[in-house]
């Protein structure tokens, strides 16, 4: 069994910056990718940004140049850093994990940015 455990959600204000991180506990024994997923409310939940195996990343176009997402596969967490956040950026965040051929979802994390 995965677990995700997604922190570092807030309330911002335009412009600033914040960092998510998700940790996955439970036994590995594969490889696995990790990202992020993000919904606003009336909205489907849309990619942000995916890091793989070999560590290379996807992001969505609206948070290109903005997000970085980075990986510590010492400690299962998987990071996201948000700069330039805009209002189009609130939501929650969800962090996943693929692990052979299942996906895993953390519980959700709100950002919300103030205009």
């Known amino acids: 069994q995965v677990q995700l455990v997604e922190s570092g959600g807030g309330l911002v204000q335009s412009g600033g910056s914040l960092r998510l991180s998700c940790s996955a506990s439970?036994?590995?024994?594969?490889?696995?990718?990790m990202g992020w997923y993000r919904q606003a409310p009336g909205n489907q939940r849309e990619m942000v940004a995916h890091i793989s195996t070999g560590a290379g990343t996807n992001y969505a176009d609206s948070v290109k140049g903005r997000f970085t997402i980075s990986r510590d596969n010492g400690k299962n967490t998987v990071f996201m850093q948000m700069n330039s956040l805009q209002a189009d950026d609130t939501a929650v965040y969800f962090c996943?994990?693929?692990?052979?051929?299942?996906?895993?979802w953390g519980q959700g994390t709100q950002v919300t940015v103030s205009s």
């Open positions: 439970g036994s590995f024994f594969n490889i696995y990718a």
């Open positions: 996943y994990l693929d692990l052979g051929g299942t996906r895993y």
